[in-house]
């Protein structure tokens, strides 16, 4: 697994393939960027539909399993993605169309597609948490898994070809 989020984020040559990677990285960058505004980090409005840049294509080849923001994973994805797993969220039908015509063999969405679109964990905890009536300091985390498991929210798996 490569997680892409400082390539797609920053465009920084930095694959993550590990925690302790991770935690080094983020020793390192995270007291600069948390004083950087929200558009730096991430594309807004239509700068979502431009067509992605081919600048990393390497990381996809490199790579059995992808996993990110759809957003940003999308802003280097290469034409071809054969025999490649995608683990994302916040997807709309066109995207869907979109990876399966450039050969993606599955997409797994972390919330559940709902009128043709996963949206992101953040919408599916506020709805949890709207749908739970306590006030906040009373809210258990089985309250939350309650939640879930009555709904249900479960990952979606699409095999796509």
């Given at each position: 697994?490569?997680?892409g989020?400082?390539?797609?984020t920053?465009?920084l040559?930095?694959?993550?393939?590990?925690?302790?990677?991770l935690?080094?990285?983020?020793?390192?960058?995270?007291p600069?960027?948390?004083?950087?505004p929200?558009?730096?980090?991430?594309?807004?409005?239509?700068?979502?539909?431009e067509?992605?840049?081919?600048?990393?294509?390497?990381?996809?080849?490199?790579?059995?399993?992808?996993?990110?923001?759809?957003?940003?994973?999308?802003?280097?994805?290469?034409?071809?993605?054969?025999?490649?797993?995608?683990?994302t969220?916040?997807?709309?039908?066109?995207?869907?169309?979109?990876?399966?015509?450039?050969?993606?063999?599955?997409?797994?969405?972390t919330?559940?597609?709902?009128?043709?679109?996963?949206?992101?964990t953040?919408?599916?905890?506020?709805?949890?948490?709207?749908?739970?009536?306590?006030p906040?300091?009373?809210?258990?985390?089985a309250?939350?898994?309650?939640?879930?498991?009555?709904?249900p929210?479960k990952?979606?798996?699409?095999?796509m070809?």
């Amino acid at each position: 697994v490569t997680f892409g989020d400082f390539i797609f984020t920053l465009g920084l040559p930095i694959p993550v393939r590990g925690m302790r990677a991770l935690h080094i990285i983020a020793a390192l960058l995270l007291p600069v960027l948390t004083q950087v505004p929200f558009s730096f980090f991430y594309d807004l409005g239509e700068q979502q539909e431009e067509e992605p840049s081919s600048k990393f294509a390497h990381y996809y080849e490199d790579a059995d399993i992808i996993v990110g923001d759809f957003i940003q994973v999308r802003s280097n994805m290469p034409d071809d993605l054969t025999g490649k797993i995608i683990i994302t969220n916040t997807t709309t039908a066109r995207n869907f169309e979109e990876l399966q015509e450039r050969n993606l063999r599955i997409l797994v969405t972390t919330t559940p597609r709902l009128e043709g679109r996963s949206f992101g964990t953040n919408v599916m905890e506020a709805v949890c948490r709207c749908l739970v009536d306590k006030p906040d300091d009373q809210i258990t985390d089985a309250d939350i898994v309650g939640l879930i498991e009555r709904i249900p929210l479960k990952p979606q798996v699409h095999v796509m070809g």
